[in-house]
T-cell receptor
């Protein structure tokens, strides 16, 4: 079956540091890949997505590139802010018509001054 | 355009009671998904519905849990005879039937169920 593996957290960084959160996946076919962010006490917000190999999703300074050869979708940001503190979830969706998302376990990011 | 609405936001039940969670999808969306998030864990898929149809319920526990999405009104996730292990955050998501964003699910704020 499908699965998503994320690096374990928490990840603690100083403001303006570089961020990488690793995500690898196992899936049949060619899934779409997503990063969602969850702020404390809130629901998930879509951060970015990529639907085919070599696509790069980007939003709010975050980027992730769909790497089919390494089955990865690592999240990066060049300079994190305190407001980026949240839990980040990598997810995939099977090809075909609308269907369920498979999530990783989430990575908590804490950014300090 | 209002987002996905869920209510109640917080629900407290005693063991053995019933819990009803409601979800109104975004306007124009006809697909609804329910996910459960246990403390400190990721989201697990429960069920996928379209209007009056259950498309995929492979993540639903076999006992006590049911879901519906009637022709009129919100989608309902119903948990009968709740137990402490049902305490979790339940998230609803919706996606459109057609268009460029059919693969993107938009999430509601969740219902946090506490079973005493």
């Amino acid at each position: 079956g499908n699965s998503v593996t994320q690096m374990e957290g928490p990840v603690t960084l100083s403001e303006e540091a570089f961020l990488t959160i690793n995500c690898t996946y196992t899936a049949t076919g060619y899934p779409s890949l997503f990063w969602y962010v969850q702020y404390p006490g809130e629901g998930l917000q879509l951060l970015l997505k990529a639907t085919k190999a070599d696509d790069k999703g980007s939003n709010k300074g975050f980027e992730a590139t769909y790497r089919k050869e390494t089955t990865s979708f690592h999240l990066e940001k060049g300079s994190v802010q305190v407001s980026d503190s949240a839990v980040y979830f990598c997810a995939l969706r099977d090809t075909g018509t609308a269907s369920k998302l498979t999530f990783g376990t989430g990575t908590r990011l804490q950014v300090t001054l | 355009n209002a987002g996905v609405m869920q209510n109640p936001r917080h629900l407290v039940r005693r063991r053995g009671q019933e819990a009803r969670l409601r979800c109104s999808p975004m306007k124009g969306h006809s697909h609804v998904y329910w996910y459960r998030q246990l403390p400190e864990e990721g989201l697990k898929f429960m069920v996928y519905l379209q209007k009056e149809n259950i498309i995929d319920e492979s993540g639903m526990p076999k006992e006590r849990f049911s879901a519906e999405f009637p022709k009129e009104g919100p989608s309902i996730l119903r948990i009968q005879q709740v137990v402490r292990g049902d305490s979790a955050a339940y998230f609803c998501a919706s996606s459109p039937l057609s268009g460029a964003s059919t693969d993107t699910q938009y999430f509601g704020p969740g219902t946090r169920l506490t079973v005493l």
